[in-house]
């Protein structure tokens, strides 16, 4: 569970709480005003029952025959997910991987700024990214402080990453995204969310071999 202001709210709730934001900022583009349960649920990838229980937990909303008002949901749940401020955030890593990150446009737009890219090598550092220069991690304590950086993305090889993350930790940062392939061992103040594409790829892989498993069964069994 997860404390959001005065309210707990199960951390599964909390992950799918970006795609409920997601599907109001694009029906707010759209210029749709009100919207259903179901609606939202489909554009959310949900079903309609998991979102209305969802939204019980921040409060009570929706009009009985009316439905969400799309403004105000949006705004109440970019609030909840702490929104309503910028996070300064940095890039730890800056390889072909890093550097996509660093290009990434939707930063801005959901409350973010990128404000730092630091990497190890000498082909790297000091070249232009992202309408940034990219800085030596040597310079990591120093650069996190004087960017007031609250958030990193990680993207380092993984035989660096655990010393990496524990240097950005004690520079009092406690949210950290880590695209490195290693489980990282961090005190439980420290929020982790880690992206695993090749292990993803797997997951993919196991489905794919179990649908041509059955595919198989069933021609033997026809």
Do not use: W
């Amino acid at each position: 569970m997860i404390e959001i202001g005065e309210v707990t709210v199960p951390a599964a709730t909390v992950a799918r709480l970006p795609h409920y934001l997601r599907a109001l900022r694009d029906l707010a583009r759209e210029g749709v005003d009100t919207t259903s349960s179901s609606d939202l649920a489909e554009r959310s990838g949900v079903g309609s029952a998991q979102l209305r229980k969802d939204l019980s937990y921040l409060g009570s909303f929706g009009t009985r025959g009316v439905g969400y008002d799309v403004d105000s949901l949006e705004t109440y749940i970019a609030a909840a997910l702490g929104l309503g401020s910028e996070h300064r955030l940095a890039i730890v890593g800056v390889g072909n991987l890093g550097h996509a990150l660093a290009n990434y446009s939707g930063y801005a737009a959901r409350g973010f700024q990128l404000v730092a890219l630091l990497d190890a090598d000498p082909a790297v550092v000091g070249q232009p990214a992202a309408g940034l220069v990219v800085e030596h991690v040597d310079a990591l304590e120093q650069v996190l402080d004087e960017r007031k950086v609250s958030m990193v993305i990680l993207a380092t090889p993984g035989s660096v990453a655990q010393t990496v993350a524990e240097r950005i930790v004690g520079c009092g940062v406690r949210e950290i995204l880590s695209f490195s392939p290693v489980a990282l061992q961090l005190p439980d103040d420290v929020v982790v969310r880690s992206v695993d594409v090749a292990g993803e790829l797997q997951i993919l892989a196991f489905h794919a071999a179990a649908r041509a498993a059955q595919a198989v069964g069933g021609v033997t069994a026809g």
